[in-house]
């Protein structure tokens, strides 16, 4: 077991058993073990990160979210990139999102459909398989912001399927596909291509939120990929500035500056060959 007992226990409980049990910690231990940096990250976003005892199946009203307990193994692995990722989000912007809880699990699933992550917006929870696609890091940490987004995409105005003003950037006579939840037969969906101009990869042609989702998801994991791809897509340009201001009248703190600090993330993730990607079969996002 990589995770003592008693510190298994911290996370997963709340913020504020969490703040009560941080003095019993040893600090010298703190600094590499996932469980401490999980709670570190739940103090700061003042939320609840699950790992030791989740609770499913969970009814909503679209079908049951169910899953698995993660090994400690899993959960070392996948702490460090949660962290990397989750703690680029200004406080702010967690709190106006009104996400209450992270679940990171494995053995995802919705509605019997085999899942990476899920937002509960009944719930105001996300869950995250931390197993499921672990063999690319890059695709593990854009699931992570794409499925946020989701969350935020939601909460700025109650609507997920549809944006007008979003759609209306496409060009003329292009219609969406039927969602996200059926590309799962297609391979090379989550891809950044160049075939489907206005769009990172076929993924974003699914659903004007899967767009919106997965712009956002490659400006934080691949700022400079998505600026290289506008340099000759004049729709995608429109669709970075649309997004961003979206982003901006959400949170204030989502600004040029947050976005500065963005673009000065270690280029290595998009630097590598095929754009991050490893071609092939690899669980899609929805
Ligand atoms: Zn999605």
């Not at 699990?105 to 931390?130: I, K, M, S």
């Not at 039927?178 to 076929?202: I, V, Y």
């Not at 506008?230 to 970075?240: M, N, T």
Request: hydrophobic share 40%; aromatic share 12%.
């Amino acid at each position: 077991m990589f995770i003592h007992k008693s510190r298994q226990l911290i996370i997963s409980l709340s913020v504020a058993v969490l703040v009560l049990l941080a003095g019993t910690t040893a600090a010298a231990q703190r600094v590499t073990a996932p469980a401490d940096d999980l709670a570190d990250v739940a103090k700061t976003y003042q939320i609840e990160i699950v790992t030791v005892a989740p609770v499913f199946p969970v009814p909503t009203d679209y079908g049951a979210i169910d899953g698995q307990r993660a090994e400690p193994k899993q959960l070392e692995n996948y702490t460090p990139l949660f962290r990397a990722e989750f703690t680029l989000y200004p406080t702010s912007f967690v709190k106006r999102s009104q996400l209450k809880r992270v679940v990171l699990c494995t053995e995802l699933y919705f509605a019997g459909q085999r899942r990476n992550a899920v937002p509960d917006f009944a719930h105001d929870t996300l869950y995250l398989d931390v197993a499921r696609g672990a063999y690319d890091r890059t695709y593990l940490r854009k699931v992570m912001h794409h499925e946020f987004f989701h969350i935020i995409d939601y909460r700025d105005d109650g609507e997920l399927y549809s944006d007008e003003r979003w759609s209306a950037l496409n060009a003329p006579g292009f219609k969406y596909g039927t969602g996200g939840r059926n590309a799962q037969g297609q391979p090379t969906t989550s891809l950044p291509t160049d075939q489907f101009p206005g769009f990172l990869n076929h993924y974003s042609t699914t659903g004007v939120e899967e767009d919106k989702a997965e712009l956002f998801a490659f400006l934080m994991v691949d700022y400079w990929f998505v600026q290289e791809r506008i340099k000759r897509d004049g729709v995608l340009g429109q669709k970075v500035k649309m997004l961003k201001d979206l982003l901006k009248s959400f949170c204030a703190d989502m600004n040029d500056e947050l976005w500065n600090k963005i673009s000065k993330r270690p280029q290595s993730l998009a630097a590598r060959a095929g754009g991050g990607y490893i071609a092939g079969s690899f669980p899609k996002i929805v």
